[in-house]
């Protein structure tokens, strides 16, 4: 069973940065995409970023230019840099990690920012 461990929430004033961090159990290369959902209050999840086994990364429209996904290889991680954090960001983020057969997901580390 593969394993998605979290990292990086916390609370934050608008305008700061979080770095969120994800490390699965198996190689971040054996996925075809890792990414980042989140889901803020009384909302439906979302998906915010998404980088691919080659590479590709794509965006949600209202985290472009504020967020980046990136993978630390040596560390088999995959990293969600946010910067200039909006009090609408706040929401539980959760990790997925994706193959053919099955998609798996973090545990969730919450996110809030304050205005």
């Known amino acids: 069973q593969v394993q998605l461990v979290e990292s990086g929430g916390g609370l934050v004033q608008a305008g700061g940065s979080l770095r969120l961090s994800c490390v699965p159990s198996?190689?971040?290369?054996?996925?075809?995409?890792m990414g980042w959902y989140h889901q803020g209050p009384g909302k439906q999840p979302e998906l915010v970023a998404t980088i691919t086994s080659g590479g590709t990364t794509n965006y949600a429209d209202s985290v472009k230019g504020r967020f980046t996904i990136s993978r630390d290889n040596a560390k088999n991680t995959v990293h969600l840099q946010m910067n200039s954090l909006k009090p609408e960001d706040t929401a539980v983020y959760y990790c997925y990690a994706r193959r053919p057969s099955a998609t798996y997901w973090g545990q969730g580390t919450q996110v809030t920012v304050s205005s």
């Open positions: 198996g190689s971040i290369f054996s996925f075809n995409a």
